[in-house]
């Protein structure tokens, strides 16, 4: 079994001996100790569980649920917890969701967050579309929509631009290793 390489919220990872099978959900609750990204389905429904995953097209909103972990290799993933700036500074779309009540009981706002935080990245202003993955069950939706358009001017944070994948050298050299 070979070695998966990638950024895990902008940090170069290395996992070695993982089953291909693995869920990224599972890895990331399990070894990583990662929360923020919530197992509600297990079938990639609802969304509870979205991720943002980085390669050479940009970034994307996935559902770590289905999503193996070797599918990551030579990827950028950001869970919720790498959404905020290292300093703790909010993205604009957790402000926003702050700033327009966009969350009740909690359980789906981290899946929203990186959608919302991909939706922003990408520039997009279909905020119905970016959002169709994720499911709330307290909120309507209406809060969530008005933090999404609120977020829209805002400029890309720094740290959410870069890395975008891991390099080959990073690959080759080891970097990250005992990561996993």
């Not at 998966?4 to 693995?22: C, D, E």
């Not at 979205?50 to 950001?78: W, Y």
Request: charge should be negative; aromatic fraction near 4%.
């Amino acid at each position: 079994m070979s070695d998966i390489a990638f950024h895990l919220n902008g940090t170069p990872v290395r996992v070695s001996g993982t089953n291909p099978t693995r869920t990224l959900l599972d890895w990331l609750r399990e070894e990583r100790g990662l929360t923020g990204t919530k197992e509600g389905c297990n079938e990639g429904d609802c969304g509870a569980c979205t991720v943002m995953v980085t390669d050479e097209n940009g970034p994307r909103a996935l559902n770590a649920c289905i999503l193996f972990l070797p599918q990551l290799h030579g990827k950028s993933l950001r869970t919720v917890e790498g959404i905020s700036g290292p300093d703790g500074e909010m993205h604009p779309v957790q402000q926003a969701m702050v700033d327009h009540h966009g969350s009740q009981c909690g359980f789906c706002t981290p899946g929203f967050i990186v959608s919302m935080a991909v939706g922003h990245a990408l520039g997009r202003k279909d905020h119905d579309d970016v959002l169709a993955g994720n499911l709330c069950r307290c909120t309507g939706y209406a809060p969530i929509i008005r933090a999404a358009k609120a977020a829209e001017s805002a400029p890309v944070p720094k740290w959410m631009q870069a890395p975008l994948a891991v390099s080959q050298s990073e690959i080759s050299s080891g970097v990250g290793s005992g990561e996993g």
